[in-house]
């Protein structure tokens, strides 16, 4: 029991380890952190604000490493985002407290220069928002990619077009993703990575879309076990999206690459002809 | 209704309401415009916490809960405004104090406000796409649909099979929903991604800015250059995916962001001022708003009811070893209630 621990503990501890690193991507910023320590602890230890940050961070640093305790959060909320107990660490307050100090000891002239070299300094050793390509310009108030509101309208009308009363759809990953952000009223045989798959035949389905070369008898064999009533698939070429319209499945519409099918009632029928 | 007089709703709900309610709390006279705001949303989010989680359970729909959430923040709102009333007359207004502090400004804090607004109008205008929206902002628009309050899986738009045992305690897109209804049905996705990021940012500024106050007092200069290289640090975090100023900037309409970038630094902010008063002047943060900021941490991730106690188990920790606080351990860990509680509810689920 005691050696089970032990090995528990030393695996905790390389997790940790591990995830430390990772957690500062090996960049520069991390110097800056470092710096900032070494800062607050040889020229500014005994200023209140620093008493306020300093043994804390040391303790929050101490917990995280610690095996025990390490052990012990990683069963609660999972090994792989241990990292997030270093959200407790107060880094950028402790960096600008940092930064601040230093300025402002420096005296005015130094202050002007010293202030710019530490910004231009994170400025170098990070990268901003925007350039790490986090913000685009999106074309909707919702802010999902361009074609979800046009396939969700599309479908909609196809709904009161074909006197049905629902739109229960089955896609690929990036529209089973976004839809129901979108558009709650519609129903999905599965989500975002098959999440909430209705049955096997949806988690079937999900799989075969998924693959990379999806075979289409399956997929249309179990679109026909559901009541999924639209299929949409992704196709860049327009005649292979036609072939598919032989499983009984009507082409009502496409919205970029995105091919939406109604499916018909003859479907069955027309997948056991094809066996 | 248009969509005008939705987000004025919204503002009104987000803006406005907060330190409204800030005047029920116990909170230092000489308290400002960012402490209040923030105390406010203390209250917001654990009144959502403590209505939503009984109503789940005793399945109430989801109307039901925004009417009472509403009507509750609407009462607590005016209630907050006339005890607020009668601490100005009292000691004057706060817009006295402003056109005082107005002139005492430095070049770098106007520097860092228009950076920081820039920074706004980016996370507001801009879209981020983050695929765990398949989840988050999806529970949200199903609870607005279905009028049920997690048992619709989002991902379907069938029944769950099982109860989301994982985020059925920290029911942070309920309380997106609750905000869209009160806001005459906004979209959940529009408030997600185009207002809350806007408002979360700003208070995670406020937040930095009580750091400034704390430690600098009213030198307007040290005050100035803390935010600006805090404003630096925040917009230069893009080569991490880790770091809770990134999940602030992209994410900031999932409750772990909120968590991570305004909640616990708030948090901290608020155990600084209740286990070392002395180093601020003795202006001293009452139990209740330790308490209400554990309720907080709950409502927006499974993570806070973990994080939260463990920030304050440390902060107690260190006080054990001071003579001079050593009668702040009890109430400090007393404040951890909800979450030990959440966390055993957690465990039986």
Redesign the interface.
Known sequence: MLQHLTQAMVQAFGQACSQWS????G?R?FLFVLFSVFLLIFFFGKQ??A??VL??SV??TF?FFLPPAALL?QR??GEE?Y??????L????L???A??LL??HAGRKP?WLL?PV??LF??V????????G?????HN?????TEIPHICNLLHEQEAAHGQDRVYIAADNHI???V?????????????YG????NSWAARIYDQMESGQPDYDIIAENISNLTVNFVILPFTDSEKALEICGYGWEMVGHINDYYIYYVTENGEELIAQKK | MNMLMKGALAFFWLVLVPPALSGLLPLDRKARGPERFLTGYLLVFSLAELLTLPALFIRFSFHTLAGVYGAVLLAGAVAGLFRLRKGFRKNGTEADSLRERAGSVSVFLWIALVLILLQIAVVMLLGHRDQDDAFYLATATTTLRSDKILRVNPYSGYPYHSFPKRYVLSPFPVFLACISWLSGSLHPAILGHMLLPGVFLAMAYLVLSLYARRWFGEDAGKRGIFLLTCVFLIWFSGNSTYRSEVFLLVRSWQGKAVLAGVLLPFLFYLELSFFRPAAAGNRKTSWLLLFLGHLSCCLLSSMGILLAPVMTGLFALQALFRRETRHLVLPGLLSMLPCICLGAVYLRL
Not at chain 1, 141 to 145: E, L
Not at chain 1, 195 to 198: E, I, L, P, S, T
């Open positions: 990772g957690f500062w991507e960049s910023f209140e604000a008493r306020d043994p804390w303790l929050c917990l959060i609660m909320i985002v990292w997030r107990v270093l959200w407790l107060p880094v950028t307050p960096c600008a407290l930064v601040t300025a402002s202050a202030l530490c910004l994170l400025a050793s990070g990268r901003d928002a925007l350039s790490a986090f913000f685009e310009r999106m108030y919702q802010q999902v990619p089973a993703t976004w129901r952000v979108y558009d709650p009223s519609i129903l999905q045989a599965y989500g975002r999440n909430g798959a209705v």
